[in-house]
């Protein structure tokens, strides 16, 4: 099955620990995306990459880093500095640009820091 | 800045009857626009797309309008199901650009 894996599904953290989220696609994707969604709002982008080793600010990094290595692997680290991080957060990736702008998403990862 | 947003956060419909979902988008450069359906803890799902270039496409049991003069897109689904229960955002990018802007959402609820 080609597609977008995310784990865990539920993560629980303490307050002040870093916690890293996975994304790994399969469908030869060059551009990945992490979003964050709270309760009853929209998608928010955090951060975005077009190629490996390269990657892109969106508009709430702060509190947020990312690493692309590889082509099929974008986590996500939610660190100590993110102010309020509980959240779900969702990973896509798409073809290339012009291509197709259509974003594939995973199932989300549902984080709880207290 | 530029932003994508819904008329209805909420919207109630009978079983059988066709809803409308309705998105204003802002930035007259868009020329691509995808709606998504978002079940309850699940990621987004793909329903339809089109540009700019197209006022009309249909899918199965789906249509997307597009009135580029006031910047409205629209959603319609025929014959509602229980299943079309869920969040439904539209989008909006450039075509050359992967960026995505997304709306709020807009939550359909099929009464049964």
């Known amino acids: 099955d080609g597609g977008i894996t995310q784990s865990p599904k539920y993560l629980f953290r303490k307050e002040g620990q870093n916690v890293t989220l996975s994304c790994e696609q399969n469908?030869?994707?060059?551009?990945m995306y992490w979003y964050r969604q709270d309760p009853g709002q929209g998608l928010r982008l955090i951060y975005y990459s077009q190629i490996v080793n390269d990657f892109q600010k969106g508009d709430i990094a702060e509190g947020y880093s990312v690493s692309r290595e590889k082509k099929e692997s974008f986590p996500l680290t939610v660190t100590s500095a993110q102010k309020n991080p509980t959240a779900f957060y969702l990973c896509a990736s798409s073809g290339l640009a012009g291509v197709s702008n259509e974003q594939y998403f995973g199932p989300g990862t549902r984080l709880t820091v207290t | 800045g530029e932003s994508v947003g819904l008329h209805l956060p909420t919207l109630s419909v009978q079983e059988g009857d066709n809803s409308i979902i309705n998105c204003a988008y802002s930035?007259?450069?868009?020329?691509?626009f995808i709606w998504y359906k978002q079940e309850s803890g699940k990621g987004p799902q793909f329903i339809i797309d089109?540009?700019?270039?197209?006022d009309k496409r249909q899918g199965q049991r789906v249509t997307v309008l597009l009135n580029k003069t006031v910047k409205h897109l629209s959603l319609q689904i025929a014959a509602t199901q229980p299943g079309d229960s869920a969040v439904y955002f539209c989008a909006e990018s450039n075509f050359g650009n992967e960026k995505l802007t997304f709306g709020t959402g807009t939550r359909l609820t099929i009464i049964p």
């Open positions: 469908l030869n994707h060059d551009a």
């Open positions: 930035n007259s450069a868009s020329d691509y």
């Open positions: 089109i540009r700019s270039n197209m």
